[in-house]
């Protein structure tokens, strides 16, 4: 049962969770894989369910969840969905977050610091020996949620890696993750890939009506957002494009920096209120490397980000040499990023350093 008191690591604020959510737009490949292998007696013990974040991976583990556990069987006919009547029984269980037979894997919530846990920890699944003991007396197929697997320290994957080497009968893992190449190997060798894509325009409008949040035809939203319903929900919710619009701002004078610019944009994320914009901070310049890095490939985008972004772009990264340096950068950084988020750097600290060395690499790039 879910903890209606405790943040959950796997819902987008201002969306519904991806058990609650009714229709999975922009999948239909990753459902006809995973429903083929089904109705052909092929059906894995693990599944590892990759793809952008956002695109509706959850969405679809959920789904592939209700519809084992329903107790579906495989039909003569081409026509098989995961569609689940919501008022069947073991549907209404699954959206209450109480069905016996389904166990979630995700991030704890650490009662001492208040806050959700940076890693998902051994002892979330270890809880699964409790699980599968308890769940074995009610019969049926059983399915475990992992999500996100990326996010599974190094005890916890080796913990998720006995239960696919020796998955109990009966029993279905489905593994999301953002960034499978993250995983250890044999986690991924014992699981068959389904893979979600970016969302095409149509299909990404639809899913933001669906969550509440008709967004029209912007731009800028469709650029950033870069397929994923969740990313653009948490655009919409936290004033990302405004933020992006101000990191353009700051990098138009690129290979200088405006120091108070960039301080005012530093602490904007400090305290508590601007944990959710540190997170931001940081994917949107993750997200800006590598617009910088696909210019110097392919040339300015077509779509802006932001006013002024492909101009940016094509005078800070004209041709290859500065594509592969603006991708080492975006690559050395995510790294800086990741550690410090886990060992809970100064924001701001961490947010300068990043700008400054932005600074450094477009200064590198005009002196070649």
């Known amino acids: 049962m879910t903890d209606a008191s405790n943040p959950e690591p796997d819902r987008i604020e201002g969306a519904p969770h991806p058990r609650e959510t009714p229709v999975l737009f922009g999948q239909g490949m990753a459902e006809r894989d995973f429903l083929d292998a089904f109705t052909n007696g092929r059906l894995h013990s693990g599944w590892l369910i990759t793809g952008p974040r956002g695109v509706g991976k959850a969405t679809l583990a959920w789904k592939i969840a209700t519809f084992l556990l329903a107790g579906a069987a495989p039909s003569l006919f081409d ?17 209450s977050g109480a069905h016996p037979r389904l166990a979630l894997i995700r991030r704890p919530w650490d009662d001492k610091a208040k806050a ?21 007396a009610d019969g049926g197929r059983r399915v475990v949620i992992v999500d996100a697997a990326d996010e599974l320290n190094r005890n916890a994957a080796n913990a998720i890696l006995k239960e696919l080497e020796e998955p109990p009968a009966n029993t279905t893992l489905l593994l999301v993750a953002h960034q499978p190449s993250r995983l250890l190997p044999t986690i991924r060798s014992r699981c068959r890939e389904l893979r979600c894509a970016p969302l095409s325009a149509g299909d990404l409008e639809k899913a933001l009506n669906q969550a509440g949040h008709p967004a029209g ?11 994923s319903p969740g990313d653009a ?3 919409l919710n936290h004033d990302g ?3 992006y619009a101000a990191l353009i701002q700051l990098f138009d004078g690129l290979p200088q920096i405006n120091r108070p610019a960039a301080l005012k944009i530093a602490e904007s994320c400090t305290g508590r209120a601007g944990s959710t914009r540190f997170g931001l901070t940081l994917d949107l310049i993750d997200l800006f490397l590598a617009r910088a890095a696909k210019a110097g490939l392919m040339g300015a985008p077509s779509v802006q980000g932001a006013n002024g972004e492909a101009r940016l772009l094509s005078r800070i990264a004209p ?11 975006q690559q050395d950084l995510s790294e800086r990023s990741r550690h410090g988020r886990a060992v809970n750097l100064d924001p701001a600290a961490l947010i300068l350093d990043m700008i400054f060395k932005i600074e450094q690499t477009a200064q590198g790039v005009a002196a070649a």
């Not at 809880?127 to 769940?135: E, G, V």
């Not at 041709?319 to 950068?329: E, T």
Request: glycine letters at 4%.
């Open 79 to 95: 026509d098989q969905t995961l569609a689940v009547d919501p008022q069947h029984p073991d549907a209404r269980l699954v959206q």
């Open 116 to 136: 959700l846990k940076a890693d998902i920890t051994v002892d979330a699944v270890r809880s699964l020996k409790t699980f599968f003991q308890l769940s074995a």
């Open 217 to 227: 035809s912007a731009e800028s939203l469709a650029a950033l957002a870069g397929g």
């Open 233 to 235: 929900v948490r655009l």
């Open 241 to 243: 494009l405004t933020l």
């Open 319 to 329: 041709d290859d040499r500065a594509a592969r340096r603006w991708a080492q950068l």
